[in-house]
């Protein structure tokens, strides 16, 4: 009896997984079609300085799905990535954020634009060129743009990234070290590469004032980032007491749902900087 049992729960495990991969399948194919029908969004979470100053935002991609509804762009991303998409979904979203900046410099606002490079779409031959042709073809200021990747670009070919970091670093455009704390890289690589910012994991933050050990976490963090000579974010500040424990510990700049959630683009720069796109 036992042993049915055990083959009944290996066939369910089979069919629910089959079921999981036709899902993926299904949504793989979908995605092609949002980015040509204008499924896609992009949103804008402000960042500010510890005097709450907007110094800029991060563009964030949403998908509203015409039968699902809203897709998060946590499980939209890693199909994108799977299926090689991503390198014209994030082209899309570079692009919308080159227009925008273009628009910015004309208007004399100095905002910055963090926008997050996917590990496949970063690798792509062409990419710095892309991005030249880019930032040139709309007349963006290429220091107001940030580009946000993660620990695990670092893992495999380091000297390869580092490279094409310089390239792009010497092109005006800056570099952040995304979810920072979460993965593996060790500070000798930290020193290595062309960084400007690091931006805390919301993880450490959530729970900062209640684990002494996230407590401890931060610190440590900010004080590396300090010898090091680079500007911090903290991600996902959502109550008030976080946000006066970051500003003692000298935390630079902060994000979260008590300061702004992300808004659409458009209704960014309207309202934020009073612009019309
Ligand atoms: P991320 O880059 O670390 O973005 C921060 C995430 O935290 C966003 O989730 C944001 O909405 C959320 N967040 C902001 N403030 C708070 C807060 O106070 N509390 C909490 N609990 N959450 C907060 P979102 O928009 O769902 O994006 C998830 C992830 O998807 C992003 O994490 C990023 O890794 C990825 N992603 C989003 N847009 C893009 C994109 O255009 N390209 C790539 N490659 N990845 C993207
Ligand atoms: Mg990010
Ligand atoms: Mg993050
Ligand atoms: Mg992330």
Redesign the pocket.
């Known amino acids: 009896k036992a042993k049915s049992g055990g083959k009944n729960r290996v066939v369910f495990f089979a069919q629910s997984m089959q079921k999981e991969v036709e899902q993926k399948l299904a949504l793989e194919h979908d995605l092609e079609e949002a980015l040509q029908d204008g499924q896609l969004h992009?949103?804008v979470?402000s960042q500010f300085d510890s005097q709450r100053r907007r110094s800029g935002g991060?563009?964030?991609?949403?998908w509203m799905h015409p039968s699902f509804g809203n897709i998060?762009?946590?499980k939209f991303?890693p199909l994108?990535?799977e299926s090689g998409l991503?390198v014209r979904?994030?082209s899309w979203?570079l692009e919308n954020a080159c227009r925008t900046l273009a628009i910015f410099a004309s208007r004399g606002i100095t905002d910055t634009l963090s926008?997050?490079?996917?590990p496949r779409?970063f690798r792509q031959e062409e990419f710095v060129s892309i991005l030249r042709e880019m930032l040139a073809k709309h007349g963006a200021p290429p220091s107001q743009l940030i580009l946000?990747i993660?620990e695990g670009h670092l893992i495999d070919d380091i000297a390869h990234i580092i490279q094409r970091m310089q390239d792009l670093t010497s092109l005006g455009i800056r570099f952040s070290i995304?979810?920072f704390g979460t993965g593996y890289s060790s500070l000798a690589y930290l020193q290595k590469l062309p960084l400007y910012e690091l931006?805390i994991?919301?993880s450490f933050?959530?729970d900062t004032l209640s684990h002494p050990t996230n407590t401890a976490i931060v610190q440590l963090i900010l004080g590396m980032a300090k010898n090091l000579d680079l500007r911090v974010v903290a991600?996902?500040?959502?109550t008030e007491d976080q946000f006066d424990f970051l500003v003692r510990e000298r935390c630079e700049m902060m994000?979260?749902?008590?300061l702004g959630?992300?808004v659409p683009l458009e209704t960014w720069c309207q309202e934020v900087l009073q612009i019309d796109l």
């Open positions: 992009i949103v979470q991060e563009l964030l991609l949403r998060p762009p946590d991303i994108a990535e991503i979904v994030g979203v926008v997050n490079v996917s779409q946000e993660t995304d979810d931006k994991d919301k933050i959530r991600e996902g500040v959502e994000q979260g749902f008590l959630r992300p």
